[in-house]
């Protein structure tokens, strides 16, 4: 019986050869020739946080708040404008605000409370690009019951050893102690979970810290879920520290953000708008 040519044919075909890695498309951090370029970027990237915020529901009246550090002035930060909703924020919209929280740079206000928490923060880690806090609903549960997360899931390994407890509640924060004291508290963490308000998280980028953020209210989610359903079974020590060595850095956040960052920009870009008040 003759042969299949068909098969034959198909056997004789150069196999196809796999793409050289460098060939392949993978995005990293930019870099950049100036500061006024770097600034562009930072406030491009923390109006596309604000917008993804709204979706996610980080807001709640006026409250909410992201800080990304001006690339030039060190000491001033950009920030969401007070009472605008952040579905609507541009970076026209944007103010920025010295050490003391006085607006050198836009037409709203800032929220003072906020800013007087941030600007401690970022005084005392100058590495520190973005802070953010938004008012999310599993953060804040688990900051009722005054505790930190458990690593009883991969994502929440991020945050082993990573993160405090400020383990107080005096108010609405007006004065420079007690934003001091919170700043002391987080210390050299990526997160600081206020007991009885929710949690902050601070990162190296405005895309870091948002993703921070956004996973830590997940892990907070998982938390509650699993102990309300049984006891959850803990990641070893070793395990957990290795996850965090692996899933733990500021890059690994920037990677994780950008699908989220992508359906933003695609879908709302009048964000980029210039307009003023």
Sequence with gaps: MPPDTADTADNTQPQPQPIPIDQLYFELPPTFGSAAEERRHRKERLAVALRLFARLGY????????????????????ANPFGVPFAH??????????????????????N????????????????????????CTYGR?????????????QDACAFYEDHALFDAYTGIVVDEQEAGRIAAALGP?????????????VGGSVDAAAWWFISMERACRAQLLAKAAGKPVRIAHEDALRTREQLGNDLVAWINY????????????????????
């Design 59 to 78: 807001e709640e009246g006026v409250s909410g708040h992201i800080t990304v550090r001006d690339p030039e002035f060190t000491d001033h930060f950009w």
């Design 141 to 153: 549960a688990l900051a009722a019951l005054g505790e930190p997360l458990e690593p009883i899931t």
């Design 189 to 201: 963490h990526k997160a600081v979970i206020l007991r009885n308000r929710g949690p902050v998280t």
């Design 258 to 277: 950008q699908p989220l960052y992508t359906q933003v920009i695609r879908s709302e870009p009048d964000l980029f708008d210039l307009r003023t008040p």
């Design 112 to 135: 003072q409370a906020a800013f007087a928490i941030h600007a401690r923060m970022h005084a005392a880690r100058p590495e520190v690009v973005a802070v953010v806090h938004g008012h």
């Design 89 to 110: 924020v541009s970076v026209g919209d944007l103010v920025l605000a010295n050490q003391a929280g006085q607006v050198v740079e836009g037409r709203y206000h800032v």
